[in-house]
């Protein structure tokens, strides 16, 4: 999987199950087939775009709208 399709994934699973934890997330997308680097690389990045959040060790996507008030 290239650093595309693995962000991709990451915001799918975000979507279909809101405030998981950073391992579920890392164990689902490495059994996906994406390499641990490129997982660690995705979600580091997404964390700099501000689309997710992290709130008591559960992540989940921002709504764009929020996006824009922080931004």
């Known amino acids: 999987m290239d650093m595309k399709d693995v962000m991709n994934h990451v915001r799918k699973e975000l979507r ?3 405030g998981s ?4 997330i890392y164990l689902r ?8 680097a ?3 690389e995705a979600l580091t990045e997404m964390l700099k775009r501000d ?11 921002i709504a764009p709208v929020e996006r824009r008030k922080s931004a």
Not at 21 to 24: G, L, N, T, V
Not at 29 to 36: F, L, M, N, P
Not at 51 to 61: D, S, Y
């Open 38 to 40: 490129n997982v660690r």
């Open 21 to 24: 934890r950073f391992s579920e």
């Open 16 to 18: 279909e199950q809101p």
């Open 51 to 61: 689309e997710v959040r992290i709130n008591e060790g559960r992540w989940r996507l």
């Open 29 to 36: 997308t490495v059994e996906r087939g994406a390499s641990d």
